[in-house]
């Protein structure tokens, strides 16, 4: 069972997944953490399924997101905000600066995230008023204005794994010379997977379909297996199918190494 599910505001991905788990009577796992403000795409999947996350195509995530002119925030979100007077930028200057932020950008990940410095999280480090400092990333992002009713500006935001919606909109207020903050924050699509319902576990996996001419127990009882008996040779990862289940092998170097010989499809 892999699905997306609907995260709500005020609640960590990992205590929403809890809570959602003992509905559903199954041990469940997450991929692509929400923070605590923010709501919508949150993939999950049963215990037995998590191990097929890392085939899944999840490069591109989408999202709505909108900033608040004029408040501030040390996590960049709606928590602990302060206000200030700020001047009212014209739409024009908002169309320019996001123009202008198009593609690959540079950035610095706020220091309020689960990115790790020495094995800790960075928010944790950050709460306790420790010294939090990253390298510069890049992101690539493809953005566009949905709506400007200040102080609020409503924008959607398509960008690759890894990046920070928080740090794309403190690229705008600091390209418009503005304070703000990002004050709502929604996922609208997690990489291949846009609509809340459930998947597929092997129509799901991105990988190329593969062949095996002889037993396909072979495959489920784990037994050494001759290159030479599949159709597809070159290096890479691909998905055989077993009937109600299915498995996920490696080639490379001339060799076959199971990556996952029996995962359940149901």
């Given amino acids: ?28 796992g997450y991929s692509g ?12 999947a049963c215990k037995k399924h998590t191990k097929l996350f890392r085939f899944l195509a999840l490069d591109t ?14 996590s960049l979100d709606n928590e602990n905000i302060s206000l200030s007077d700020e001047r009212r930028p014209s739409l024009d200057e908002i169309n320019n600066a996001f123009l202008t932020l198009q593609g690959q950008i540079n950035y610095i990940p706020p220091i309020f995230s689960a990115k790790k410095i020495n094995g800790i999280r960075a928010y944790k480090l950050a709460r306790e008023n420790k ?32 990046a920070y919606v928080r740090s794309y909109a403190q690229k705008i207020c600091e390209f418009l010379n503005i304070k703000g903050t990002l004050s ?3 996922r609208l ?21 593969c062949f095996y001419s002889k037993d396909k127990s072979d495959i489920l009882l784990g037994k050494k297996l001759d290159l030479n008996d ?28 199971y990556e996952l010989n029996r995962i359940e499809k149901c």
Wanted: glycine content about 4%.
């Fill in 33 to 44: 953490t929400l923070d605590p403000f923010a709501s919508g795409a949150l993939l999950c």
């Fill in 131 to 162: 010294e939090v400092k990253f390298k510069e990333s890049t992101m690539f992002v493809k953005a566009k204005i949905l709506n400007y009713n200040y102080p609020f500006l409503s924008f959607e935001l398509e960008c690759s794994k890894g």
């Fill in 230 to 257: 599949f159709n597809v040779r070159e290096d890479g990862f691909y998905k055989i199918d077993l009937g109600d289940y299915f498995a996920i092998l490696k080639v490379q170097n001339n060799s076959i190494f």
């Fill in 1 to 28: 069972m892999i699905f997306l599910a609907n995260k709500t505001i005020n609640i960590s991905s990992n205590n929403f997944v809890c809570k959602l788990s003992k509905q559903l009577h199954t041990k469940l």
């Fill in 184 to 186: 709502a924050l929604r």
């Fill in 189 to 209: 699509s997690e990489g291949a997977f846009s609509e809340f319902k459930e998947y597929d576990a092997y129509l799901s996996v991105a990988l190329k379909e």
């Fill in 61 to 74: 995530k989408k999202y709505q997101a909108c900033i608040w002119f004029g408040a501030s925030s040390p």
